[in-house]
């Protein structure tokens, strides 16, 4: 087997009969031995009878089945564990990574690049706010974290076996597969393209599971906004001291200038350090959370089902 190909789908039904297609063909033109792993990320809609009505047909469609949504970074998790190709695509259900991409990845990879990432140099038919939100969001986590994570590349892309097998012996939890595939390493490539317009439906990747993405991928590769609660608690704490040290004096050399007038002024010192210190600790329970997470250390998913693939896979 030389190729696996993981396309996550979460209620997809709209586009899955034509990726199927687009997929097949781009593949064949490779001229390599491929596996397609479909993974229902839990879609309540017709995506699994209709994944599992084209793999009755046709072998080299392999299918996982979550019991439920667990997210399209496990998704992709999940489809890396269970692909035997010597190397795996990654690559969205509805088209905006266009298959035909595939054949330019295989290149590379056979040049002896072990990540070969699709770099979006443009993006069609999306919103003005997804664009500025993608933008935002790509260049916030690098700010934010210590790894270099190529910018306006999704999970779009080619890895070789030794990476996988590197990406699985990582035993954690929160997965941001991106971050991940840049932590291990390895000679990268990238190849361009443009980001097509989604063939059919809509995102499934409203605000909250982008703000969740950027948490998670900022908590998972960098310590910076606890080291940020620092500089700020110790700016705080200096400015109160200052003012700790006026009030002192005012009251033991100058009793009789003290009014009772500082209402204003002391409730809005108070609300703005308390904003500060609940600010802090919210960044606090991110990061223990995630540690909860971990420490539980339940499985990343839970399969109820599986198609074509060997018993001793
Ligand atoms: N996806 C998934 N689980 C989710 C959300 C999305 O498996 O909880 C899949 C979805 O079916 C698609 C891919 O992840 O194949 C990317 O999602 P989408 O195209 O909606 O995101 P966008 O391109 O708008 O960022
Ligand atoms: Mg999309």
């Given at each position: ?12 039904e ?51 089945c ?90 779009f ?17 929160n ?37 969740r ?20 608690g110790?700016v ?15 009251r ?62």
């Amino acid at each position: 087997m030389t190729l696996s190909v993981v396309v996550p789908l979460y209620n997809e039904e709209e586009v899955i009969a034509e990726s199927y297609r687009q997929l097949t063909e781009a593949l064949e033109s490779c001229g390599e031995s491929y596996e397609l792993i479909f993974v229902n990320d839990g879609s309540r809609d017709q995506t699994w009878a209709m994944a599992h009505a084209l793999a009755m047909r046709d072998k080299r469609l392999k299918l996982l089945c979550f019991s439920r949504n667990f997210g399209h970074q496990t998704a992709i998790t999940a489809g890396m564990d269970h692909a035997s190709g010597d190397a795996v695509v990654v690559i969205d259900a509805d088209l905006q990574d266009p298959p035909s991409v595939i054949p330019a990845m295989v290149e590379k990879w056979r040049e002896g690049y072990d990540v070969v990432y699709g770099r979006r140099t443009r993006r069609k038919g999306e919103t003005l706010f997804k664009k500025a939100t993608a933008k935002a969001f790509y260049r916030g986590v690098n700010a934010m974290t210590d790894v270099d994570i190529p910018v306006d590349a999704g999970d779009f892309r080619l890895l070789d076996r030794k990476v996988i097998e590197a990406l699985k012996a990582l035993p954690e939890r929160n997965r941001y597969v991106r971050g991940l595939v840049s932590w291990v390493g390895f000679r990268q490539a990238a190849v361009d393209y443009v980001r097509e317009e989604r063939f059919a439906g809509v995102t499934k990747y409203p605000l909250r599971k982008m703000l969740r993405l950027a948490a998670d991928a900022v908590t998972a590769f960098s310590y910076k906004p606890l080291k940020l609660s620092i500089y700020i608690g110790a700016v705080m704490a200096a400015l109160c001291f200052a003012f700790l040290l006026f009030v002192i004096v005012q009251r033991v050399f100058f009793p009789d200038t003290i009014q009772l007038s500082g209402w204003a002024s002391l409730t809005a010192i108070s609300l703005f350090c308390n904003g500060i210190i609940l600010l802090m600790l919210g960044i606090m329970g991110e990061y223990i959370g995630r540690i909860y997470d971990e420490a539980k250390a339940r499985p990343i998913y839970i399969l109820s089902g599986k198609v074509n693939f060997d018993p001793a896979e």
